[in-house]
Nanobody, 123 residues
Framework: QVQLVESGGGSVQAGGSLRLSCAAS????????MGWFRQAPGKEREGVAT??????AALYADSVEGRFTISQDKSTVYLEMNSLAPEDTAMYYC??????????????????WGQGTQVTVSS
């Protein structure tokens, strides 16, 4: 089982940026799947971004395409978030699943989850 620890959340004004980090104890070698999800109060959890570790192929939700970027540096996965808007306010979770896997923004595709980090965007 992998341990995933998120950090980097906080409060920002609309238009601002944040970078979330996910420190992973495993699954960061090539071709595993890791992603970011978010859940706002009263809403279902939604996939934000996912990618193959060690590679470049990524998948983004339409709502964040062009504003968010998922990346990796060794055992840490990042979510760079720019042009933040109030609707981005949510608890953000890191998720992982070992290879073989396919890129998916569906939460059932992932076996391991972090505890989450809160992002609040004010207008």
């Amino acid at each position: 089982q992998v341990q995933l620890v998120e950090s980097g959340g906080g409060s920002v004004q609309a238009g601002g940026s944040l970078r979330l980090s996910c420190a992973a104890s495993a699954y960061t070698d090539s071709r595993n799947c890791m992603g970011w999800f978010r859940q706002a109060p009263g809403k279902e959890r939604e996939g934000v971004a996912t990618f193959y570790t060690g590679g470049r192929a990524a998948l983004y939700a339409d709502s964040v395409e062009g504003r968010f970027t998922i990346s990796q540096d060794k055992s840490t996965v990042y979510l760079e978030m720019n042009s933040l808007a109030p609707e981005d306010t949510a608890m953000y979770y890191c998720a992982a699943t070992p290879r073989p896997c396919s890129l998916s923004l569906r939460d059932w595709a992932y076996t391991d989850w972090g505890q989450g980090t809160q992002v609040t965007v004010s207008s």
